[in-house]
């Protein structure tokens, strides 16, 4: 398991934002992380992001997840994850985060993204 | 060379902190310093021709990590055990002292015993934590300790994200594995301690050590000598068969 380099992309489709985040999410990557959900959180309180190639996330990575939600809650909105690795969703778990965090259907912004 | 003595392949850089470590190495009357090179190239060629007890390499003198040498150790000089550790980046300061000595300790104890080990000192910057985890991965995978790694990568990088944010000055971290049991430990010269937090939803952090509380078998801190603590988390590996990476 080597140490892959974060890389996020954002793509927003009928007011919802879709955050892909690639990489490890660590200490070191967190800030892009968080920078990149605040770039979506600009342009919608509703954001998902996909974490499945997220192949190593740890605490500072759960910290920034629960602050974009926190950010998206107070202008009424919501962050849910897609597509949590084994992993994340066993360290969700045990942080307690599995009743903050929702989990989205995958299919949901690919049919928003259809219908658009 | 007396039958009970292990030698030593030093791969450092020619300076007063190399020379330092080189003398207190020495002053060990079970260890004897067969050869001394400044490169891993150079590593390689001479652990071939010596066949070494223990290589002990400095890992901050060139590019370690990403050129194979571990492998190419492994290839050459089976036999051969492995030391990994920066100790230039602690010549001076808190904790020198306790440093070199704990390095010696490290290299008797693994030229003594059939246990696994690594050393590795990290600057106090965010790039340490990746840096450490890909240490960790490349070791598991040399050791053949493949089922440690989901756990064991994240232990380490909760531990040294600690370090790395609460404690100034350098850490190192301490890989072992003996008898099933994966010990991975971060050392640094910090007076904190660690302090479990309490699990709230709208809380930001905090949820480190319960990561560490949850995924290791079990976890502590030893007081060292010089100022300096151990915070370690043990794996074992009848338990990993439980962890999904």
Same mark, same amino acid.
């Given at each position: ?8 992309? &954002? ?11 690639? =990489? /490890? ?8 992380? %968080? ?9 919608? /309180? ?6 499945? /190639?997220?192949?190593? &996330? /740890? ?10 939600? =926190? %950010?998206?809650?107070?202008?009424? =909105?919501?962050?849910?994850? %897609? $597509?949590?690795?084994?992993?994340? $969703?066993?360290?969700?778990? &045990? ?15 690919? $049919? ?5 | ?15 007063? *902190? ?10 060990? *009357?079970?260890?004897? #310093? ?29 590019? #370690? ?16 055990? !492995? ?46 934590? *990746? ?35 609460? #404690? ?12 099933? !049991? ?11 301690? *660690? ?47 439980? #962890?999904?990476?």
């Amino acid at each position: 398991m080597k140490p892959v380099a974060l890389a996020t992309r &954002i793509e927003v489709a009928q007011g919802q934002a879709l955050v892909y985040a690639e =990489g /490890d999410v660590d200490l070191e990557s967190s800030a892009a992380l %968080r920078q990149a959900l605040s770039t979506a959180l600009a342009s919608s /309180d509703s954001v998902t992001v996909d974490v499945a /190639d997220v192949g190593f &996330i /740890d605490s500072s990575g759960l910290s920034v997840l629960v602050w974009g939600h =926190g %950010r998206a809650q107070e202008s009424g =909105g919501s962050l849910r994850l %897609r $597509r949590p690795s084994p992993m994340l $969703r066993r360290l969700l778990e &045990i942080t307690s985060l599995d009743s903050v965090l929702a989990i989205a259907d995958s299919e949901d912004h690919d $049919r928003a993204a259809s219908e658009s | 060379m007396p039958v009970d003595t292990k030698g030593i392949l030093l791969v450092q850089r020619s300076d007063a *902190p190399g020379a330092r470590l080189r003398t207190a190495l020495s002053r060990q *009357p079970e260890l004897e #310093v067969i050869d001394e090179v400044p490169d891993t190239r150079t590593a390689v060629e001479t652990a071939r021709r010596v066949q070494p007890d223990v290589v002990v390499m400095n890992v901050g003198l060139s590019d #370690v990590a990403g050129n194979g040498v571990l492998g190419s150790l492994r290839e050459v000089a089976p036999g051969a055990r !492995v030391v990994l550790h920066a100790h230039a980046a602690r010549s001076d300061g808190p904790g020198s002292r306790y440093w070199t000595g704990r390095l010696v300790d490290v290299v008797v104890d693994s030229a003594r015993s059939p246990v696994f080990e690594a050393r590795l000192e990290l600057p106090d910057e965010p790039r340490s934590v *990746p840096l450490a985890r890909g240490l960790l991965g490349e070791l598991l995978g040399q050791w053949e300790l493949d089922e440690f790694v989901a756990s064991a990568s994240l232990l380490l990088t909760e531990l040294v994200a600690n370090a790395v944010r609460h #404690v100034p000055g350098p850490c190192a971290v301490e890989l072992t594995h003996s008898g099933g !049991v994966l010990r991975v430990a971060v050392v640094d010269t910090g007076p904190g301690m *660690p302090d479990l937090q309490v699990l709230g939803a709208s809380r930001i952090g905090g949820r480190g050590l319960h990561i560490v509380t949850s995924l290791s078998t079990s976890w502590g801190v030893d007081h060292l000598e010089d100022g300096c603590k151990a915070v370690w988390a043990e794996l074992d590996s009848a338990a990993q068969g439980a #962890v999904v990476a």
